[in-house]
């Protein structure tokens, strides 16, 4: 706002320092404070206060209207900007990624049901093995008891 250095704020604060004096310069300096405070709030609800008379009075939209069609360039660039950003936004590999992933999830869906049948196909094999290998072992005892 002013564009107050040190040095400057220096020099000010040594002649508030020889005038005021050393005793009421914290009182001084603490009332220059609020008065400044005071005036950025009331720049604030100032500035506020215009902004709020232009958004309703629609000078934005006017503004943004006029802009516009003031610089036809600028906005075919910008429609061009917008279509460049497509393109190299674009990433086949996405697409690709979204395939492989669902092949994958098929693939191990049919690896788990080869090997569950692959497991019944082992247990029905080893029950029938289980069964041949009882039916042997009794008919061995059955032939020994009739030797007897």
């Not at 008065?35 to 958004?55: I, L, P, Q, W, Y």
């Not at 943004?64 to 190299?88: Q, S, Y």
Request: proline residues 3%; aromatic residues 4%.
């Amino acid at each position: 706002m002013f564009d107050l250095g040190l040095t400057e704020l220096l020099l000010i604060g040594i002649v508030a320092l020889i005038i005021v004096g050393p005793k009421d310069l914290p009182v001084l300096f603490r009332r220059v404070g609020e008065f400044v405070g005071r005036m950025k709030g009331m720049a604030r609800e100032f500035t506020s206060a215009m902004n709020d008379a232009a958004d309703q009075s629609g000078v934005k939209d006017i503004s943004k209207t006029i802009r516009t069609a003031t610089n036809p360039v600028k906005t075919g660039l910008d429609k061009v900007g917008e279509a460049t950003k497509e393109f190299t936004n674009f990433d086949p590999l996405s697409e690709t990624g979204k395939l492989a992933s669902k092949r994958a999830e098929a693939a191990k869906k049919i690896h788990e049901a080869t090997a569950n049948r692959q497991d019944n196909n082992k247990t029905k094999k080893a029950g029938s093995n289980l069964e041949e290998s009882e039916k042997s072992s009794s008919e061995k005892i059955i032939k020994s008891e009739n030797k007897k």
